[in-house]
């Protein structure tokens, strides 16, 4: 499938599970030249194209990692929660391995109530793979 067709299936409101279900069938690495723009409709977990999104983008492998290490680079740390709470406990553990040094870095800087509920979740993530954020 073109990255033109693809780009056809991306949600267009946050009730758009019809195309969820496409992407799905699709699977990863079908999807790839579209991971990032998927990202974005997991900021609201309570979104209805959220949940189903969650697993295939969990299952999208360096694209996933590169993705959540630039959502935590920025400034949402609800959508960072997320990330973290939803999609990296269900990646691969060796994806979940590549994101230890992000958590750290990101642990090192937070500041805000939010941001260190979001190094609570990383703690979580690291002690179920047997890391630590220290």
């Not at 949600?11 to 723009?37: C, N």
């Not at 609201?44 to 194209?49: A, K």
């Not at 697993?55 to 935590?72: F, H, K, Q, T």
């Not at 406990?89 to 994806?95: A, K």
């Amino acid at each position: 499938m073109s990255p033109e067709e693809l780009r056809k299936l991306i949600p267009d409101s946050k009730h758009d599970v019809d195309r969820i279900e496409k992407l799905s069938q699709i699977g990863y690495p079908g999807i790839r030249a579209i991971v990032p723009e998927l990202f974005e409709w997991i900021q609201d977990i309570n979104w209805p194209v959220a949940r189903p999104l969650v697993s295939l983008l969990a299952l999208s492998g360096e694209d996933g990692v590169r993705c959540i290490r630039n959502i935590l680079s920025g400034s949402d740390a609800m959508w960072q929660y997320w990330c973290v709470t939803e999609v990296v406990p269900q990646m691969p553990q060796e994806f979940q391995k590549q994101l230890i040094d992000d958590f750290k870095v990101y642990s090192a800087k937070a500041g805000s109530q939010d941001e260190r509920e979001v190094v609570s979740e990383m703690e979580q993530v690291a002690q179920g793979i047997n890391l630590s954020l220290e």
